[in-house]
């Protein structure tokens, strides 16, 4: 039996066609994988079987039967809970609360039953393993990944008959996908049919049975995984041949002697970072490896401006740097991709290209007049550098897909004239497509004089693309991993506090 049958099912925005007659079957009790590159339309048909939103036609069937989603509670009712890609929890409510919502127990329909709720929130604990999440946190109190668990706890809490992963593992930290592919298991145990929207193909091969794919809202093949070489999945991907290497190995050429571009002595910021040392000169890539809350959020952070210093020095190209903004920071020609770009990377009443050029507005305009013509020129330019489809120019934030968003991010830095990129897991959420291309960018962006420092959860595109990798352990870096010295055992060790591993050498 099939749980998900659809059938020339199509959604348009305006002009855009986010999914044009998608028809195929998602196999009852099995993980079902759903890929396609940035803006292929896999979260509008989410959203369509969540019944957030409506197509313009074509039919749904679960287990054989003919549904209309008119609503969220329509498609609960149905058996189908989400876990979204942007994560929509409540922030200003308590983890208990979200776990609960819209359901929470009520005494006579009314008043919020306080002892029968915390009863539930311990079972789901329980159940669910999440002990390292308190469930009176306020979520706007937790890091990415704890608030992403906490969306995926929420959607397998209701028992679905059908569970949808939007990305799931994009925000999660490494233990948490290890978390995931647990809870994962025993929902295949107990019968439950998962689709699983990723864009990692390592995923694909661990937890999944089946592949449907999308391209520009088309359905373009479904396949059992392992039926057809990874190479060619994604060629029916991007609809072309994809190149998924690093790219060449950093040349050792001898720069003149210039000052480091960032420099920091004894940095302290709270108790996660406890007196960090760090140069990044002109022309490098340097890796920051480390596990979740390691301290990494808050060297970024204090670089740009954004945290503020408890003691120690920043010196950037020589000159003392005291950033009581990141508007001090970008001045100096520090540029950051944030974490978490909803929050810190986009302004969402903003068209593409305003959000491109907000740094750099000023310079567009000429006695209070500006050039419309050049800018838009110029973002175009910069947005076909990250693959990005020219449409997103005048959408807001809201209207793209979730990679896209992180490609304009990208793109807003690669027009200013900024000389220190620091880049917080750029790639997350990016198809596979334009993954290559943003390491060549990067790589490009050093050769032509600039340093990047570069922090990711994928440990393989650090080993790949850095000149060195710093990891950082507990707010102290433990060890300094020059180009092709280690492999991700040996890395991944240093990560877990190893103080004996090998071509360890001390930052
Ligand atoms: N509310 C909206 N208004 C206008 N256009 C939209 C809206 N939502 C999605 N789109 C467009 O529909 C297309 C498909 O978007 P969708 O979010 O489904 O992509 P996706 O496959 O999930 O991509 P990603 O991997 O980046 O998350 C994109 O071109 C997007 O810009
Ligand atoms: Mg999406």
Known sequence: MNAISLDRVTKSYGSTVALADATFHVASGGVHALLGENGAGKSTLVKILSGIVQPDSGTIRLFDVEVRLAGRSASASAGIETAFQEVPLVPDLTVADNLLMPNQPRKFGLFLDGRVARAQVEQIRNDLRIDDIDPRSLVRELDLSQRQ???????????????????????????GVEWLGDRIADLKKQGTTILLVTHRMPEVHEFCSDMSILRNGRHVGSFGVGAIPDDEVFRHIMGRSVDVSFPPPPEKVSRPAAAPLIETRGLVVGRQLRGVDLVLNPGEIVGVAALQGMGQLELFNSLFGAERIDKGDIFVSGKAGHFGSPADAIRAGIALVPEDRKIQGLALQRTGIENTTLPIVEDYSRLGIMDRRREAAEVDAAFASVNLHPRALYQTPAEFSGGNQQKIVLAKWLLTQCRALLVFDPTRGVDVGTKHEIYTLLRRFADEGGGILFHSTELPELIGTCDRILVLYRGRFVAEIPYGTANEETIGALMLGATNGPDRKVA
Request: glycine residues 0%.
């Open 149 to 175: 668990k906490v969306e995926i706890a929420r959607a397998i809490a209701r028992r679905p008959r059908i569970l949808i992963l939007d990305e799931p593992t994009a925000a999660l930290s490494r233990s």
